[in-house]
């Protein structure tokens, strides 16, 4: 008897079949849907992982304020889990420990589908207004008291603030999600275009994504990761309230930033069944 083909590996096959060489027409929005429907179905033990097992930094790490009103701690870092990546898509895993961060980022020209294995996860994540509606810096006077008060009260914010004066602009962003997933949940998609292309992941509890990336980040094809740091729309004078449709709140100026110092990422070993390419 022909024995019986692991989860990963239908997932893998479907990938291989959904996603075409890189440069060729984007899949149905039904291969998509399909594709999601069978990352559903996947959990933990598929994947050779152990919920009871998931490590809590909370015990590892003191929480305190520094000089600069920074969160000082020794944190556990999020582990990464490669399990295949080619030039159309890529299949990993995140695990989190609890209150880790992966700050606001972009995924250019790329569609990611994420299942959130175990535990609690708090996503937040926006989508470009289009068309693109970008405030380039005009000097100290452009900023409004709000942020000028958040800037005394906040020193840190200083560094992220400077960082947005040499950004060529700080463009418009409408919130698309801003929920918690708990696990069983179903699949996360996002678009080039929508579905919250922007998103920053904070763990809730110790937590694990598997998440498909396609096409993956490659820098030479124009698909950078970049990270950003969002400001309330408020913060901005703009003058010019036509350019959103809808409450204030729903939307947020986006600046561009550097990686940031406290991503702590290390590469871990997938213990998972192996794939036949």
């Known amino acids: 008897m022909a024995k019986k083909s692991s989860s990963i590996q239908a997932l893998y096959d479907l990938c291989r079949k959904t996603f075409s060489r890189p440069g060729t027409h984007p899949p149905s929005s039904e291969a998509i849907n399909k594709l999601s429907s069978l990352l559903d179905t996947i959990c933990p ?5 152990r919920e009871d097992n998931a490590e809590d930094d909370r015990g590892h ?5 520094n000089g600069f009103n920074r969160i000082a701690r020794w944190a556990q870092p999020i582990t990464y889990l490669d399990i295949f990546e080619c ?20 995924h250019p020209g790329m569609t990611v589908l994420s299942k959130v294995l175990y535990g609690s996860l708090h996503v937040k994540a926006y989508d470009w207004v289009e068309p693109a509606c970008i405030q ?13 008060s958040a800037k005394r009260e906040k ?9 947005s004066l040499s950004y060529v602009g700080i463009r418009l962003a409408k919130l698309a999600v801003d929920k918690v997933l708990t696990a069983p949940v179903e699949t996360s998609i996002l678009y080039p275009k929508s579905g919250g292309n ?30 950003y740091h969002d400001y309330p729309y408020s913060s901005f004078s703009t003058g010019n309230e ?36």
């Open 155 to 163: 020193p840190y914010i200083l560094g992220l603030f400077l960082q």
């Open 198 to 227: 922007l998103h920053c992941f904070t763990a809730l509890t110790p937590c694990a994504v598997l998440d498909i990336l396609a096409p993956p980040y490659q820098e030479a094809a124009g698909r950078k990761c970049t990270y």
């Open 87 to 106: 030039n159309s898509f890529t299949m990993c895993i995140f695990c989190f420990p609890t209150s880790s961060v992966i700050p606001l980022h972009d």
């Open 136 to 148: 380039k810096g005009k000097g100290s006077g452009y900023f409004t008291e709000e942020l000028e």
């Open 61 to 65: 790490g003191i929480f305190g304020l």
């Open 45 to 49: 033990a598929d994947l050779g992982l």
């Open 242 to 277: 036509a350019e959103i449709s809808g409450k204030e709140e729903e939307y947020a100026w986006l600046a561009e930033i550097e990686t940031p110092d406290d991503l702590y990422m290390r590469q871990g070993v997938y213990a998972g069944p192996a794939i036949q390419v």
